[in-house]
């Protein structure tokens, strides 16, 4: 997966992904710390405080459409705390 935060461009295997601004900015923040424990508070505070359309409840919806979009593997559940960006070696 390529990341290109710029031209807020996502691409896995070499295919463009389409992503609403609030999955790319999830997707962005979770990227830059991979590993990194988030709850959906923490997500919604750091991406969408400003959006009308959205609540930090929505995020585990985002979560759900970013995983069907780049995969199930790439966003892990951390049972009773948040998500994370898997670390892959």
């Known amino acids: 997966m ?3 935060p710029r ?3 996502v691409r896995l295997f ?9 999955e790319f900015d999830i997707l962005l923040l ?3 710390r991979p590993g990194q424990v988030f709850t959906a508070r923490q997500i919604y ?3 969408a405080v400003d959006s009308f359309d959205a609540s ?11 995983r069907r979009k ?15 960006m898997r670390i892959t070696k």
Do not use: N, Q
Not at 15 to 22: G, H, I, N, S, W
Not at 56 to 66: A, C, E, N
């Open 7 to 9: 031209h807020h461009l």
């Open 45 to 47: 505070e750091a991406v």
């Open 70 to 84: 780049l995969g199930a593997d790439i966003i892990e559940t951390v049972r009773g705390h948040g998500y994370r």
């Open 14 to 22: 070499g295919a463009p992904v389409k992503l609403t601004p609030m």
């Open 56 to 66: 930090w409840t929505g995020i585990s919806s985002m979560i759900y459409k970013l």
């Open 2 to 4: 390529e990341i290109y």
């Open 30 to 32: 979770l990227a830059r």
